[in-house]
């Protein structure tokens, strides 16, 4: 494939916020934003985010760049290298470089009459199991006297994934009265001023699910104390709290337990089933080792706007499936309607698929994935 016209604009993502859409060959790709954000995410933009649609506008370098297989991407962050003088494309700004290199991937695919998903990995067979945000608090929340936990997560455990999807989607139904719901909060999960004990009773009613929770901890770590409404925890007892949940509903899932630094501390959390990074890792390679060396995490959140290179996203997921990691490919608070994250999942072969139940923003993802699985009967 021949790359013949580059184009960026300016389009909303799902809470109204300003995110890029970028067109090669009219393939058109976006990025979404992060509410939650780790501190070592690589920055949204190279400036900001006129400047870099002018730097994607006025690309001229990319016309006749020839294009044949996924590692072929290694051409296009080159030359934003040399034209920008940066030391990696990454300072290019994630947003930008994702959505970029997304659309280059689109147009590929398209001119080889191929899915997306089989640009990265033909052999790809194995469906990732969705993890859906059901109850939300922290910062999603709009709320007041919201949980201070950020995500209570429904995991079920079929084949597939149209049988998944059916199951999560009667238990969100259910859920509304169950936790005495009236709103949903940006990622369309329920609001509630239950508390977390509470909610995560309600959901033990669903006897084909299992239950994660999303804690985002270094949103509510201040001062080196855990805060929660009506208590204050220091770190062994934030620990000692994580674990006490993860024994009494035997928690499938638990993401970001303690704050971002706290790799130590993720340790001595109960790894019986999935300890999750996010905040502490980054989708960031070098923090992901650190975590291995620590011994503080089983498995990472993978946020391809969070890095923004889809060939450093590829080496951090063969790198935790090389050290026994189990991957999710994740969502963030601001999505689009572009469906790829799903081609990103099962191309490849991340263990879970973390995007939502509700809003037309989640279900293009899982609308996408039932296409997919279909395709392969």
């Known amino acids: 494939m021949i790359i013949k016209e580059v184009s960026a604009k300016k389009i909303k993502d799902s809470n109204g916020k300003d995110t890029i859409e970028v067109s090669v060959n009219k393939c058109k790709a976006s990025s979404p934003s992060g509410k939650s954000t780790g501190k070592y995410e690589t920055p949204s933009w190279r400036k900001d985010i006129d400047w870099n649609i002018s730097a994607i506008n006025n690309l001229m370098e990319l016309i006749g760049l020839e294009i044949v297989c996924f590692n072929d991407l290694e051409k296009v962050e080159g030359l934003i290298v040399r034209k920008f003088k940066l030391k990696s494309a990454k300072q290019f700004g994630a947003n930008a470089l994702f959505a970029l290199e997304s659309a280059v991937l689109k147009a590929l695919a398209k001119s080889e009459k191929k899915e997306l998903w089989q640009i990265i990995n033909p052999s790809a067979r194995k469906m990732p199991f969705p993890v859906g945000n059901c109850v939300g608090g922290g910062l999603h929340a709009r709320a007041k006297n919201a949980p201070v936990f950020q995500e209570f997560l429904l995991i079920p455990g079929s084949e597939s994934i149209l049988e998944n999807v059916r199951i999560m989607n009667e238990a969100y139904s259910r859920i509304q009265f169950l936790v005495n719901a009236s709103s949903k909060d940006d990622e ?35 001062k080196n104390t855990y805060k929660y409404y009506g208590m204050s925890l220091k770190r062994e007892q ?140």
Not at 199 to 208: G, M, V
Not at 293 to 317: D, R, T, W
């Open 188 to 222: 369309g999960a329920w609001e509630t001023t239950l508390t977390n004990d509470q909610i995560l009773d309600a959901l033990t009613n669903f006897s084909q699910l299992r239950i994660g929770l999303d804690v985002a901890a270094s949103t509510f770590f201040k």
């Open 238 to 377: 934030q620990i000692s709290y994580i674990n006490s949940l993860i024994e009494k509903y035997n928690l499938l899932y638990v993401e970001d337990p303690l704050d971002e630094e706290d790799f130590s501390g993720f340790s001595e959390i109960i790894k019986k089933n999935l300890i999750v990074g996010d905040d502490l890792t980054t989708t960031n390679l070098e923090r992901v080792r650190k975590a291995l060396e620590s011994n503080s995490i089983n498995a990472m959140i993978i946020k391809p706007n969070q890095n923004g290179s889809l060939l450093e996203v590829k080496k951090v997921v063969e790198f935790c499936r090389e050290n026994g990691i189990k991957t999710i490919l994740s969502h963030r608070a601001g999505e689009t309607l572009d469906g790829a994250l799903a081609d990103y999942a099962f191309g490849f072969q991340t263990d879970y698929i973390k995007c939502g139940i509700s809003t037309k923003w989640r279900e293009i993802k899982l609308n996408r994935l039932i296409e997919i699985e279909r395709s392969l009967k």
